[in-house]
């Protein structure tokens, strides 16, 4: 068919007829062959009216699947998602066999989100409390007094933390949000107390005597 068609063309029989995707088709499958790629030509996306095969979703399919979700995880469909590549892998359908599956949808939608989530909480932590404890030490200026608070803000995020771990079992997005949180408030208060407690040495308390008037107010 190809034979006919270039000679009509040469001949100048077959008009306006073209062919040159055809050609391509062809020449690209036969390079990708000689360079030891597997690669096939669709007859199917060459005769479709687009003309488009592969690139129009001739050959598309999706598969709808219901997967069972692990909540108790920040990345629920961990488990299924991972099995569902690994099933992939080892039917060949990675391309090597002309076949590809892909995931989407909203468990896959959700699962990207949650990743991005646990990969930037720690990052978001770390920030938060070096941007806290910078403003403390040029806002306080005594190490002794944001030594203090960083000691009192660790320990009031591990004793939140096995409280939360304790009496409900597992974490979640809003605990991952809430470490964020709770160095802001937490930060407050300690200012609060830190300035009563300077207020009180400025007064002629002694350092108990400080604390103390601090604690009461």
Do not use: C
């Not at 062919?19 to 000689?34: D, H, K, M, P, Y």
């Amino acid at each position: 068919m190809i034979g006919l068609a270039v000679d009509g063309i040469v001949e100048g029989q077959a008009g306006g007829f073209e062919i040159s995707g055809v050609l391509n088709a062809v020449a690209a499958v036969a390079r990708a062959q000689r360079e030891g790629r597997f690669k096939v030509l669709s007859w199917q996306g060459l005769m479709s009216a687009q003309g488009e095969g592969e690139k129009a979703g001739a050959n598309r399919r999706f598969l709808l699947i219901q997967p069972t979700l692990d909540f108790s995880s920040l990345q629920p469909a961990t488990a299924a998602m991972e099995a569902l590549r690994a099933l992939a892998r080892k039917m060949g359908f990675d391309g090597t066999k002309g076949v590809t599956v892909r995931l989407t949808g909203s468990a896959a939608l959700a699962q990207e989100e949650f990743k991005s989530v646990e990969q930037g909480m720690g990052l978001a932590g770390a920030l938060s409390l070096v941007l806290v404890l910078g403003l403390l030490v040029i806002g306080l200026r005594s190490l002794r007094l944001v030594g203090a608070m960083l000691a009192t803000l660790i320990a009031g995020l591990v004793w939140t933390a096995a409280f939360a771990i304790a009496f409900i079992g597992q974490l979640n997005l809003i605990s991952v949000a809430f470490a964020v949180l709770f160095i802001g408030l937490s930060v407050d208060f300690g200012i609060h107390f830190a300035l009563r407690y300077r207020e009180g040495l400025n007064g002629g308390a002694d350092h108990r005597g400080a604390l103390t008037q601090a604690a009461r107010g």
